[in-house]
T-cell receptor
Framework: GAGVSQSPRYKVAKRGQDVALRCDPI?????LFWYQQALGQGPEFLTY????????KSGLPSDRFFAERPEGSVSTLKIQRTQQEDSAVYLC?????????????FGPGTRLTVL | GNSVTQMEGPVTLSEEAFLTINCTYT??????LFWYVQYPGEGLQLLLK?????DKGSNKGFEATYRKETTSFHLEKGSVQVSDSAVYFC?????????????FGAGTRLAVHP
């Protein structure tokens, strides 16, 4: 079956532009996560949705970052007034059930470059 | 707080060599432990996991044992292949509030040459 998909795969933005990154999780997956992966580093948690509810946004680096999942499926991560330090790969992951140790399935990521 | 430390890379090995990538963690509560792998040009995928102390996760010839006494989850493979060349990430999650938030190490790049 289809995995997690993300679009666009690559995005180049000029400093100050707004960007929107899309995530299509595996159908039926309750949980959806966004992570940020800087070059040469491991992914870092940004935010978590359970269905349409955003239960944890503790990892969002500033109020320029906003995420939504209005119908409990597709999610969008929006970054306003992008800065060079926002350059990273943004990963989306989903998981099916709410139990300890469940696997998260990752998308291919969106590589954002801010010039 | 929760954190993961793994050995720095790159690790360069000849084909059929023995592999160890060290991973230690700090966690409150009872974490689950994971190894994820990222092959060139591909997304992260789960390699193996263990959800409680003394569990051994295994897959594709890789193994790791959850050692609570040493807070470690070292990845091993007896005989690596060129196709194992990838970046390997150790991670933990603590189930809290009804979900598992993954915390990753910095990753270890493995290069296997013929």
């Amino acid at each position: 079956g289809a995995g997690v998909s993300q679009s666009p795969r690559y995005k180049v933005a000029k400093r100050g532009q707004d960007v929107a990154l899309r995530c299509d999780p595996i159908s039926g997956h309750v949980s959806l996560f966004w992570y940020q992966q800087a070059l040469g580093q491991g992914p870092e948690f940004l935010t978590y949705f359970q269905n349409e509810a955003q239960l944890d946004k503790s990892g969002l680096p500033s109020d320029r970052f906003f995420a939504e999942r209005p119908e409990g499926s597709v999610s969008t991560l929006k970054i306003q007034r992008t800065q060079q330090e926002d350059s990273a790969v943004y990963l989306c992951a989903s998981s099916l059930v709410l139990v300890q140790g469940v696997e998260q399935f990752f998308g291919p990521g969106t590589r954002l470059t801010v010039l | 707080g929760n954190s993961v430390t793994q050995m720095e890379g790159p690790v360069t090995l000849s084909e059929e060599a023995f592999l160890t990538i060290n991973c230690t963690y700090t966690a409150t509560g009872y974490p689950s432990l994971f190894w994820y792998v990222q092959y060139p040009g591909e997304g992260l995928q789960l390699l193996l996991k263990a959800t409680k102390a003394d569990d051994k996760g295994s897959n594709k010839g890789f193994e790791a044992t959850y050692r609570k006494e040493t807070t470690s989850f070292h990845l091993e493979k007896g005989s690596v292949q060129v196709s194992d060349s990838a970046v390997y990430f150790c991670a933990l999650s603590v189930f809290s509030g009804g979900y598992n938030k993954l915390i990753f190490g910095a990753g270890t790049r493995l290069a296997v040459h013929p």
